[in-house]
T-cell receptor
Framework: GDSVTQMEGPVTLSEEAFLTINCTYT??????LFWYVQYPGEGLQLLLK?????DKGSNKGFEATYRKETTSFHLEKGSVQVSDSAVYFC????????????FGKGTKLSVKP | DAGVIQSPRHEVTEMGQEVTLRCKPISGHNSLFWYRQTMMRGLELLIYFNNNVPIDDSGMPEDRFSAKMPNASFSTLKIQPSEPRDSAVYFC??????????????FGPGTRLTVL
């Protein structure tokens, strides 16, 4: 079945460091790909998305490119801030707009001043 | 803006008691999802509804769990009887819009359940 694998955390960085969180997926067909962020004590929020190969999703300085050849959707940010500390989830949706999301296990990011 | 209200935000109960978690979408939606989040298992889909009809309940762990959506504005997740291993954060989420394979899921703030 479809699945998402993302790098295990926690990831600890200093402010202004470069961030990469790896995400790879297994799916039939052409899934849509997402990154969600969960701040402490809150629900998940959509960070960015991409719906087809070579699309780049971007938001709040974060970027991820849908790479079908490597089945990857790595999350990157050039300069992280303390306020980026959160848990990041990679997810995919296959088979239609109202279907469920399949999430990775999440990667906790801590950014130190 | 789409949004989701969940109640209660925190629930502490004793093993064997019935627990009912509630979800109220603030605005119109097409689908509603119940998730469970634990440190060990991460985020798990329990069940989801399209237009108030249950579509996939394969994630419901066992018969102690049941979910209903009597109308478009309300859904419940019930655990009877509850067990300590049910302790988790339970999220309700919705999707809206005409479709296209990329509709965002809007999550509620979650209910933190502790079963003693």
């Amino acid at each position: 079945g479809d699945s998402v694998t993302q790098m295990e955390g926690p990831v600890t960085l200093s402010e202004e460091a470069f961030l990469t969180i790896n995400c790879t997926y297994t799916a039939t067909g052409y899934p849509s790909l997402f990154w969600y962020v969960q701040y402490p004590g809150e629900g998940l929020q959509l960070l960015l998305k991409a719906t087809k190969a070579d699309d780049k999703g971007s938001n709040k300085g974060f970027e991820a490119t849908y790479r079908k050849e490597t089945t990857s959707f790595h999350l990157e940010k050039g300069s992280v801030q303390v306020s980026d500390s959160a848990v990041y989830f990679c997810a995919l949706r296959n088979g239609g707009s109202q279907g469920n999301l399949i999430f990775g296990k999440g990667t906790k990011l801590s950014v130190k001043p | 803006d789409a949004g989701v209200i969940q109640s209660p935000r925190h629930e502490v109960t004793e093993m064997g008691q019935e627990v009912t978690l509630r979800c109220k979408p603030i605005s119109g939606h097409n689908s509603l999802f119940w998730y469970r989040q634990t440190m060990m298992r991460g985020l798990e889909l329990l069940i989801y509804f399209n237009n108030n009809v249950p579509i996939d309940d394969s994630g419901m762990p066992e018969d102690r769990f049941s979910a209903k959506m009597p109308n478009a504005s309300f859904s419940t997740l019930k655990i009877q009887p509850s067990e300590p291993r049910d302790s988790a954060v339970y999220f309700c989420a919705i999707t809206t819009g005409p479709g296209g394979g990329y509709n965002e899921q809007f999550f509620g703030p979650g209910t933190r359940l502790t079963v003693l």
